[in-house]
């Protein structure tokens, strides 16, 4: 997208360590149950199926929110839809940790999707609004960062938190909620939207005819469509293990509540790397495609590593890889997408919302139809079986055209040599 030569504002770092806060505060909600799960069963005499919606049922709303966001963002703009979904996602997750039954649990796990759904679409947008285009693979680093800096939290400090709290599981997830509602007061404080930009994307789109028009073309993009299989089977996959690998670990390996969440761990600590990695390989090179579906092989062989490999250690170096394959294509690929021909913020917003919505379906039901299974023939089939929907985002993410502006100038060369 050509953007105007106007002087980029100082104010977008502001923006920006904004939506790291914001975009760490959605992983950490979403997966906040998942290392605690044993105890909030016991405590409210869940099955493992009840247990994989309590953790999935998110995912469900983002789903079906997630392009509801995007039509609030046309209407409210991006600021303001920002700050919706995050009060409701923020207050939502508060109150879930007064929850005395399931269905008061579910309920809140509910709100706290509808917030979420609602936060997918406004980031790209404002993103696009503050930053150049040659910042976007950096900035799209970072905000790649934000899940897995979330996930090792989880991991890494649930468990820990669970047992300082004499074992209160409601208090962890009001700890987790009031961590939120600050965010929330951050943005509703110092929050901004970008207005001559914000201006420009209005004048483009006169009100009334765009949402319906901008939603039929990028539904009708191959790109996008590639981009959404690919991460409806890499999400179907990534859901499953981020669920499900603690109990694993106890179950089949005879793992403590805390020695299976510290392994769990290493996932996404490796993800914080690789995602940096990938952020600063497509900047520094200029190209996009070698970080999209070769790491994501990684992830078929870690997680098959993690599943099969009986030694700790050989376990944890399957993590690296399944963290490096999941997180290292994130920053290429929302870059790829940014640079397609004719991306707008309001085509970015709307593009994000619909490939997200497919990957968040996925991520809803692959825990809970796991959880489901894995009742029936063990946790350990379903996880390998699973597998099989890795190779969708292999074979979409090589199918994707190089946009990268190395990939540019070299067309351009050629273009120039003699026959």
């Not at 099955?47 to 998110?58: F, H, R, Y």
């Not at 490096?324 to 690929?333: K, N, Q, R, T």
Request: charged share 10%.
């Amino acid at each position: 997208m050509p953007q105007s030569q106007e002087p980029l504002s100082s104010y977008r770092w502001a923006i920006e360590v904004l939506l790291f806060l914001t975009l760490i505060c959605q992983t950490l909600i979403w997966l906040a149950p998942a290392p605690i799960l044993g105890p909030i069963m016991r405590s409210l005499r869940l099955s493992l199926g009840q247990a994989g919606l309590i953790v999935s049922i998110i995912a469900l709303c983002i789903a079906a929110f997630s392009m509801l966001g995007a039509v609030v963002m046309e209407r409210m703009g991006a600021l303001r839809s920002l700050l919706l979904g995050l009060w409701i996602m923020a207050g939502a997750q508060f109150m879930s940790g007064y929850s005395r039954s399931f269905g008061e649990l579910l309920g809140w796990r509910i709100g706290e999707g509808i917030g979420f759904g609602l936060l997918i679409a406004p980031p790209g947008a404002l993103v696009m609004q503050w930053f150049g285009e040659r910042e976007w693979p950096y900035i799209n680093m970072f905000n790649a960062l934000c899940s897995y800096v979330s996930l090792t939290a989880v991991y890494a400090i649930t468990a820990r938190l669970y047992l300082a709290s004499a074992s209160s599981w409601d208090a962890v997830l009001r700890y987790y909620g009031i961590l939120c509602l600050v965010v929330a007061i951050l943005w509703t404080l110092f929050g901004r939207e970008h207005r001559s930009r914000a201006r420009e994307s209005i004048a483009m789109n006169p009100l009334g005819a765009v949402r319906e028009s901008v939603l039929r073309e990028v539904m009708r993009m191959r790109n996008i469509v590639l981009v959404a299989i690919g991460l409806f089977g890499g999400m179907w996959v990534f859901q499953l293990y981020a669920t499900f690998l603690p109990q694993y670990f106890r179950e089949y390996r005879a793992m403590g509540l805390t020695q299976a969440s510290a392994i769990t761990s290493v996932l996404p600590l490796a993800g914080i790397f690789a995602a940096a990695g990938g952020g600063f390989a497509t900047g520094l090179t200029g190209l996009r495609k070698p970080f999209t579906w070769p790491i994501a092989l990684l992830t078929l062989a870690g997680s098959l590593g993690a599943i099969l490999l009986p030694s700790h250690g050989w376990i944890k170096v399957a993590l690296v890889m399944v963290g490096i394959g999941a997180a290292g294509s994130l920053a290429p690929i929302t870059t790829l997408v940014m640079e397609l021909p004719g991306m707008t913020p309001e085509k970015m917003g709307t593009a994000l919302a619909f490939v997200w919505s497919v990957g968040y379906a996925a991520a809803f039901v692959s825990p809970f139809l796991g959880g489901a299974i894995a009742s029936r023939v063990g946790l350990r089939a379903v996880m390998l079986g699973f597998l099989a929907f890795q190779a969708l985002p292999i074979i979409a993410m090589y199918l994707l055209p190089e946009t990268g502006h190395r990939r540019a100038a070299r067309s351009r060369e050629d273009s120039r040599a003699p026959a």
